[in-house]
Every structure is written in C-alpha cells, then in structure tokens.
C-alpha cells in the first residue's frame, strides 16, 4: 500500500470514529417571522439574560432593532456585543466574553452569519471554562456544553449553526483554529428568510457557494454514512434549484427560506461527514490574501473536484445522479456524469456572478499553499476520497490563476 493511501486510510479511521460520537442535532424553528419564537425559546431553556452576539453590518440593517424589539416586547433584559468582523477570531471572542460577564448574562444569542455563530459558540463555552479560548483549539478539548446558545443565521451559508465545529483566527499563530466537539453544537436555531432579505446578490451566491461546498465535500469523502449522504444530497438540491430564484425574484420567501434549510443541513452534513482540500484552501486564501470564505470556496470547489473526479468518480457521478443533473444510467458513465455535475456547477457560479479565478492569487505562492494545504490535511481528520501529493495539488491550484498570471 502506499503512503498516500496508508494515509487516506488513517484520516478515514480517525474520522468514523469522530462521526460515531453523539451529536444532538439542534432544535429548528423555521419560517417568515420564526424569529419572534425567540422569547419562548429562551423560556424554555430557562434563560433569563440573554447576550446578543453580532455585528455592525446586520446591527446597521435593521435586523439587531427588530430583535431587540422582539425581546423587550416579551420582558427580556438583553445585552449586545457587536464587536465580530468579517472572520472571527479569538480576539473578538474574548472581548465578547468580557461584555458577556460584565452584564451578568446567562446565555447566548447569535444574530449573523456563521463568523458570528463560531464567535458565539466561543462566547458560551468560554463562560464555564476558567482556562484561555485557544485552548480549546482542536479535537474534543470541551468539557461541558455551556450556558444555552440559540443562532439565528441572516445569511445561508456555512451552516455552523448545526456544526459541531468552531473556527477562529488565532493571532498568536497567524492561523485558523479549528475547535471540534459535540457538546459545542447550539440548543436551538431559527430560520427566518425574512432576515435575509436585505441580502446583497453577491452575498447570497457566495453563502450558498459555501453551503455547496460544504454539502459536496462531506459526500464525497469515504465514510459513506447514511445520515451524511442524505443531508448533503438535499443540500445541493436546494441550492442548486433555489440560488438562481433567489437571484432573480430577491423577494421570494420560499426560495431563501430553502437555502436557509440547504446550509442547515450542509451544515449537518459536515459535521458527521467533514471537509477536505476546498475547506482548508480557503483558510489558506484569507490567511494570505483576505479572501472572503465564500469567494474562496466558489473559486477552489470545481478545481478541486476536478481532482477528486481523477481519485474517485463513482462518488460524484452519484451525486449527480440524485440531484437530477445526469440520469440513472449504468456504472460504465461515472466519469461523464461527475464532470456533468462540476460543470453545473461552474455554469451555476458563472451565472450567479462569481469569479471562476482567482485574481488575488499570486504565482509564486501555489508552491507554498500546495505544501501547507497538503501537511494541514494529514493533521487533519478529513477522510477524503484521495491523498494528493503537493505537485498533484499544486497543478490544481495554479488553475485557478488568472489567465494573464
């Protein structure tokens, strides 16, 4: 056997044995104005003083007034901390834990995108710990759940209100920092569509490129589990029929409300079926160069599942197969329906305004990202359909170079 599949193996072993823990999934509320159920759900987990956890832009929005209303109207004393920026960091989690323990709250409220769910998760679990927020960086570091959380998304994009993940920069390391454990997944999470209204086109397709991501990458990985598969097939679904309405009738409920239900369980998917080589390029493209995790999933994903297609094209021919981009056919056409479902995808990211390159990306660097995207993933627990060799995932990446590069 060789070292690349002696590998593959091991993260495979690694990963079911994480996948088998138990993970309690979320309680969901959804539906125009689900967020009013707010008060009775922190009622029912017996919260009396909530800390609204989010940032200026949905605070500029609209959307902090409008729970705040909600919540005083019911008799709730809260506090908000509006201190997260564009990706979350252990800076920004420490800050909100001090508003956290200086107003005397006794749980915690994520109003955003998914930089504020993992500031939040962080937030909660801090408040029961008597040790640093890093310290918490990696597998199964968490010894109890914490104070109650309850997310309401305003974007549908990286699920983390279903996650057991939390992934923070940490400035000390100039690195994301993964936190994965069960017992950090939130009580309770509401999907109101009605909050993303607002949402610029450019957002909405980013979010969703990365809810995609996340739902393709946990099917195509090995563990093959029933649950993991399902989420991650309705997810796509979702997506890929709901994006291009929600782009073309930015009013329509229905379709939002069906993206906040794809990234919920894209997120669901992830946490049992986990990432791979889209998910950590992505941190690699902020870490270098700022790019926003949507833009950098929308660019790395059919790159990369060009090479996962090379590894393994049975997986994504059957993904193809169940979001009805190619027909039930014989096993003999794997290959022509996994590059039938990258190029819908390409055609669906190209049509929804997303680059296909990525202009930031510098020539001189893809050495650099191949080697350290290849060494973070055999740290990792990611079972993915293939090991890659740092020249196999290096001609990957210089793909994505502009054409004048």
């Known amino acids: 056997m060789t070292g690349h599949a002696l590998a593959k193996a091991w993260l495979r072993a690694l990963a079911s044995a994480l996948a088998s823990l138990p993970q309690a999934a979320p309680k969901v509320l959804s539906g125009p104005g689900s967020a009013k159920l707010l008060p009775s759900e922190l009622d029912a ?12 832009g949905v605070a500029e929005a609209g959307m902090l007034g409008t729970l705040e209303a909600i919540l005083s109207g019911a008799g709730v004393v809260q506090a908000v901390f509006d201190g997260v920026r564009a990706e979350p960091s252990f800076d920004m989690a420490r800050a909100g834990l001090e508003a956290f323990r200086s107003r005397r709250c006794d749980a915690v409220v994520a109003l955003g995108g998914g930089s504020v769910i993992d500031v939040a998760k962080a937030i909660r679990i801090g408040a029961v710990h008597d040790k640093p927020l890093e310290k918490f960086s990696g597998i199964l ?54 909050l993303t209204l607002g949402m610029p086109a450019g957002l909405a397709a980013s979010c969703a490129a990365d809810a995609l991501s996340l739902a ?19 997810a796509a679904r979702l997506i890929l029929s709901n994006l291009p309405k929600v782009l073309a009738a930015p009013e329509d ?66 993904l193809a197969r ?84």
């Not at 393709?216 to 309705?234: F, G």
């Open 45 to 56: 987990l017996k919260a009396k003083r909530p800390l609204v956890v989010t940032d200026r």
């Open 141 to 194: 570091r968490v010894s109890g759940r914490g104070l109650p959380l309850v997310c309401i998304p305003t974007t549908a994009g990286s699920g983390s209100e279903a996650t057991a993940f939390a992934i923070l920069f940490d400035s000390h390391r100039g690195r994301k920092a993964t936190i994965f454990d069960p017992k950090i997944l939130p009580d309770s999470a509401i999907l109101d569509p009605s």
């Open 216 to 234: 393709v990458e946990a099917y195509a990985n090995t563990l093959r589990r029933s649950d993991v598969d399902s989420q991650a097939v309705e």
């Open 253 to 318: 409920l229905r379709a939002r409300e069906a993206l906040l239900r794809a990234a919920n369980l894209a997120g669901r998917s992830f946490s049992r079926g986990f990432g791979g080589y889209v998910h950590l390029l992505a941190h690699r493209f902020w870490e270098l160069y700022g790019c926003p995790c949507g833009i950098a999933k929308a660019i790395a994903l059919p790159y990369v599942l060009d090479l996962y297609a090379e590894a393994d094209p049975h997986r994504l021919a059957g």
């Open 322 to 405: 169940a979001t009805g981009t190619c027909a039930e056919t014989g096993q003999g056409e794997d290959e022509e329906c996994s590059q039938a479902f990258i190029e819908r995808i390409r055609t669906l990211f190209e049509s929804s305004g997303l680059p296909d390159r990525a202009d930031f990306l510098k020539a001189q660097d893809v050495p650099r990202i191949a080697e350290e995207t290849g060494k973070e993933i055999l740290r990792s627990f990611f079972p993915v359909p293939a090991v890659f060799s740092v020249g196999e995932l290096g001609a990957g990446i210089a793909k994505m170079l502009h054409k004048g590069e």
